[in-house]
């Protein structure tokens, strides 16, 4: 079993906000992903005067936090903001910067822990409130959402993304009057809004009210002419045709329909600006053919539609197969049973080799046997998929410690630190690393990080007392 010690203190915090708990497949985070490509924090002034100096160099720290985030960098970017904070305590820019860096390596309690701070301190700031709600929303935590997006408004009424994922809670949590009175105050000010047109739109649907909602998703795709969601919204009204609506009325409808998103069927998946036709499409499209008078074309999208069903359901199955035989290995590895675990993680590579909890799992048994370079590629493999997840992190640090690779092997625990404050073992091995090149100030810090987190710990007591008696520890 991978190991470096015994352990004795509780399971890494890390396990509360892993992969596995990213929600973007939900409506409300995948929808709003749709209708902006990233969240911003708002502009605002700062709220406590620095020296010219110190505010200089917090604001550089801000702008290159920024553009590494852009880059999908985050740890970088968390670093660069950490440093912006020490240079300028407070800085709510610095703060709301840092928790979407935290959001984007899905280290979800440091952003809300900072969130938590950033409202203490600026009280009158709408700001960190409603990044808090579109957190919430990310999170499906629905009634937290509403409460925070709800005192954001409170303090910054016009705010009209906040008020946009404000009715997307309510709608989520199945309060459509609600989700109506703030879609009618954001189309009030800005009649243009796409998102706005698009939830109401969606709201209408589902109420059957398809003459309303027919509206909307029209002028969603007036407003926005490549946004997928917004065209299969409008085909799915269309082939709903009215009671009393003709034959003619019905298949003038249907062409629409066709119109709307025969483009997406044909996308060619290796396109980086069109997805690939989800199952969904498929089935759509097959009925808007059908009432169109398409029969043929109908047949045909309709087996494409029974094919990219049963794709979806294969992938489905063979994923959650693979999460089970990775839990059955790691069970096996507990009890040393190296040949067991290995047979088991190579059927759940077999059948999903997207997830990346199967190639750590594969480097810690390989590891474990002392087969390092194996090891090495396997958890290559694994931050392949989840770059910065810090157990990944940790054992490629590990790793690179067991082929001397010093250097690689203190930035890994370093990053792995980064992404998660919390990860003590992390800071306790670049204790050791430090102490092992001579650097007792540093070591003393690390170790003391690693009790500061785990103070009952008995290793890292034991380290952190050697090395404060000028002793070496005990293995």
Known sequence: MF?????????RPWRTFGGDMILSGTFPLRILALFASVVVAPSFARVQAQTPTHADQAAALIERGRAEAAAGKFPDAIASYQEALRLAPQDVQAEIGAVQAYRGVHNFDEAKKILEQAHREHPRSAAPLAVYGDLDIQLQTYEAAIAHLNAALALDPADVDARNRLAVAYKAKGDAPSALTQLAKILARDPKNALAHYTRADIYADHNQDALALLDAEKVVELQPENPRGRVLLAKILVRPPEKATSADIKARCAKAVDAIERLAEADSAS??????????????????????????????????????QNDRTTNQNKLEAKHLVQQAD???MKNDFAGSLALLNQAIALDPTYAATYSQ???????????????????HALAREPYHPEYLYVQGKILERQSRLDEALAAFQESARVNPKESDAYFEMGAIYQQRGDRTRALAAYKKAVEISPDDPDYKRALASLNNNQPPTP
Do not use: V, W
Request: net charge negative; with cysteine.
């Open 3 to 11: 190991s470096c010690r015994q352990r004795t203190s509780a399971p």
């Open 272 to 309: 980086s600006s069109r997805p690939a036709p989800d199952s969904e499409t498929f089935f759509l499209l097959s009925r808007a053919y059908r009432c169109a008078g398409q029969d043929e074309k109908a047949e045909e999208t309709l087996a494409a539609f029974e094919k990219s069903s």
């Open 331 to 333: 069970d096996l590895a």
């Open 362 to 380: 594969l480097a810690k048994l390989y590891y474990s046997a002392g087969e390092i370079d194996k090891a090495s590629d396997a958890i290559g």
